[in-house]
């Protein structure tokens, strides 16, 4: 099956996501990155320019994927992406530090990161507002959440019943002018009687209650 979606992607057209690209822009979304499973070490150089032109052609400024914890491949992956005019940001879960990415970002301007602010705080991290501030021009785009920290027992909890600096966070953002978008990651359990769309509404209302 591997092979099969190879060869795919080698031969495929990108009208489909110039269509898709088109059926969200005029729905007033605007796609900022990609994620397929197509730049993992196991992966052709085909496939991980087709998912690089892929992602271009849907309008994104850089594709995603768990960070592979190979020098060589982090290194492959950012030429590539340097010839592709795109970015390469890498996620990571709790083995987040704040030198996590810096081989990564030290072998190519189009290496960067997604940062996860919640698994940060659940990795134990003291100061997870100091990596925006530090890394904030290297940063492509940064997942929220609510998690607690190690001592509170690392649950994954509804926004501002954790330990993760949501609100401060934003508000660095937004008075230091930082560009990176923040995604509302909904991963804690939804109350019974209620739905994910539910849950993402109470989310965005207190991004906005955080920046008012």
Same mark, same amino acid.
């Given at each position: 099956?591997?092979?099969?979606? @190879? ?13 898709? !690209? ?14 397929? !499973? ?7 150089? @085909? ?10 052609? %849907?309008? @994104?400024? /850089?594709?995603? %994927? ?17 010839? /592709? ?19 990564? %970002? ?29 890394? /904030? ?20 909890? #509804? ?10 966070? %934003?508000?660095?953002? !937004? ?5 990176? #978008? ?20 109470? &989310?965005?209302?207190? &991004? ?5």
């Amino acid at each position: 099956y591997t092979k099969v979606v @190879a060869q795919w992607r080698s031969t495929v057209s990108m009208d489909k996501f110039e269509e898709l !690209r088109k059926m969200y822009n005029d729905a007033g979304v605007t796609i900022y990155a990609f994620k397929p !499973r197509a730049f993992g070490k196991d992966n052709t150089d @085909a496939e991980i320019d087709w998912g690089m032109r892929a992602a271009k052609t %849907l309008g @994104a400024s /850089h594709v995603t %994927l768990e960070h592979p914890g190979d020098d060589v491949h982090t290194q492959k992956l950012g030429d590539m992406a340097k010839k /592709h005019g795109i970015f390469v940001a890498y996620h990571g879960h709790e083995q987040q530090t704040p030198t996590f990415w810096d081989t990564a %970002l030290k072998q190519s301007k189009h290496n960067a990161l997604n940062l996860d602010l919640g698994h940060y705080v659940a990795a134990g991290n003291t100061d997870p507002l100091e990596i925006i501030k530090s890394k /904030h021009n290297r940063i492509m785009s940064m997942h929220t959440k609510d998690r607690q920290t190690p001592e509170h027992g690392k649950g994954n909890v #509804p926004w501002g019943t954790g330990d993760t600096p949501i609100s401060q966070a %934003l508000q660095l953002m !937004r008075d230091n002018n930082y560009k990176f #978008p923040a995604t509302i990651e909904l991963e804690y359990n939804i109350p019974e009687g209620s739905n994910a769309i539910e849950e993402v509404k109470k &989310c965005l209302k207190y &991004c906005e209650k955080s920046l008012s």
